[in-house]
């Protein structure tokens, strides 16, 4: 990354940047852990399509080391999304944006990715339409909607609005929304994921609420501040650090952090208070096993802080290594690659149905949404991991080639929302 002086200062809701940082280029760093958290994400959803198992892997009675900690690499990527969402809303202001016009984006783009999320995201996962589940990209949007009006708050102010909501959503978790009548969905829209009917047998489930991941967005919006300072890698890594110890203080305490364990699909994920058990990777399992549905602080706590140390680390990167090229492919376009993927991975998972012989008419009516996994469907880890490398590769020319055509085609403002 690299600060470049400019010859008048940007105003940022009531706060001005200094003019020696008004100006910044592309963050390298920032890119590189999206993209990384990217390549992650596709490894969950290869788990999701092509897994022989039909329980999450947070069921510890269940559950083993490798099938447990395949899903725990993956707890980072949907923190690191909305933190960096927020970082680089705040960015753009420092490369010259008005705030308005930043504010104008955030809500557009906001209702575009809901557009999205409602329509081909979800046809994507189902090959059903209609059909209706708030996950990540639905819960990006509405966040990007409200960080809309909140950017334009002073920035100490959203810092402070975003550590209250990371670090107390948690004292209204033992709300039932059964007992809220009818604002039981909204209820769940905010803060409890379940099930509501939006019309007579027309159910929208919602597996991201809002609340806390407001929290998160404005959280990377206050962290783009960061950026703007000389000593921005030590700051990184020390902020990672503590709140990566915070995370080991309040789980080994036990007694607030981690939500109420819940249900993913019926099946109960067995989160909540962590304890001793017949083994050290049973033990271990039970410790790291944080709520994510909705992300409790413990989880939060546990994804962010190793997330920001990584982002220090990434500062160090050049965009000529080759690890930073084949990252940064896919960190620079993630939404190109985020439909892409879940195209590929559903017709993956038909074509390896077709030719093992297992049944692949549920793949097409709803996949594991709508319907029971087949007894004699399925495979082990090892062949997800192939199958998760092959669709990560196939995408990287693609997703070059569209970060490419968006470098060479800076001009075309709508491109920005793809």
């Not at 760093?29 to 039909?54: C, E, K, Q």
């Not at 999320?117 to 509405?142: C, K, N, Q, R, Y």
């Not at 364990?261 to 096993?289: E, H, R, Y």
Request: hydrophobic share 55%; net charge positive; proline share 6%.
């Amino acid at each position: 990354m690299s600060v470049v002086s400019s010859p008048a200062p940007v105003a940022v809701a009531g706060s001005v940047l200094p003019k020696t940082a008004a100006q910044v280029s592309r963050v390298v760093s920032v890119d590189v852990l999206r993209g990384l958290v990217m390549v992650i994400m596709a490894l969950d959803h290869t788990r999701d399509f092509f897994t022989n198992l039909s329980f999450p892997p947070e069921v510890l009675a269940l559950t083993s080391g490798p099938l447990f900690f395949t899903r725990f690499i993956t707890h980072y990527c949907a923190p690191v999304f909305f933190l960096l969402a927020g970082t680089g809303a705040f960015l753009s202001l420092a490369r010259g944006k008005s705030l308005g016009q930043v504010s104008h984006f955030l809500w557009t783009r906001g209702l575009w990715l809901v557009f999205l999320e409602l329509t081909i995201i979800d046809f994507g996962w189902t090959f059903v339409f209609p059909f209706g589940i708030g996950s990540v990209i639905w819960a990006l949007g509405w966040c990007m909607v409200a960080m809309a009006l909140i950017v334009r708050l002073p920035v100490r102010w959203i810092a402070g609005l975003a550590l209250a909501v990371i670090a107390l959503h948690n004292l209204f978790d033992r709300v039932n929304p059964a007992s809220l009548g009818r604002l039981s969905g909204l209820w769940m829209v905010l803060h409890s994921p379940g099930s509501f009917f939006i019309a007579p047998k027309v159910a929208f489930f919602i597996l991201y609420p809002l609340v806390p991941w407001v929290g998160v967005m404005a959280a990377g919006y206050a962290l783009g501040a960061l950026f703007l300072r000389t000593d921005r890698k030590k700051v990184l890594l020390l902020l990672g650090a503590a709140l990566t110890l915070a995370f080991f203080v309040l789980r080994t305490i036990n007694h607030y952090g981690n939500g109420v364990a819940g249900l993913q699909f019926g099946v109960p994920l067995g989160a909540g208070p962590w304890s001793v058990q017949p083994g050290l990777t049973l033990t271990l399992i039970s410790f790291f096993n944080t709520l994510k549905y909705p992300p409790s602080l413990d989880y939060l706590l546990m994804t962010l802080g190793p997330a920001l140390m990584l982002l220090a680390w990434f500062e160090n990167w050049k965009t000529e290594s080759w690890p930073a090229r084949v990252l940064l492919a896919y960190g620079r376009v993630p939404l190109f690659f985020y439909v892409l993927h879940i195209y590929l991975l559903h017709v993956m998972a038909i074509a390896a149905a077709w030719i093992y012989r297992q049944p692949a008419a549920w793949l097409w009516h709803g996949v594991f949404f709508l319907s029971q996994k087949p007894e004699a469907y399925g495979h082990d880890l090892p062949f997800v991991d192939l199958m998760w490398i092959l669709a990560v590769g196939i995408l990287y020319l693609p997703c070059r080639w569209f970060m490419k055509f968006k470098q060479q085609h800076r001009d075309w403002g709508w491109l920005s929302y793809l």
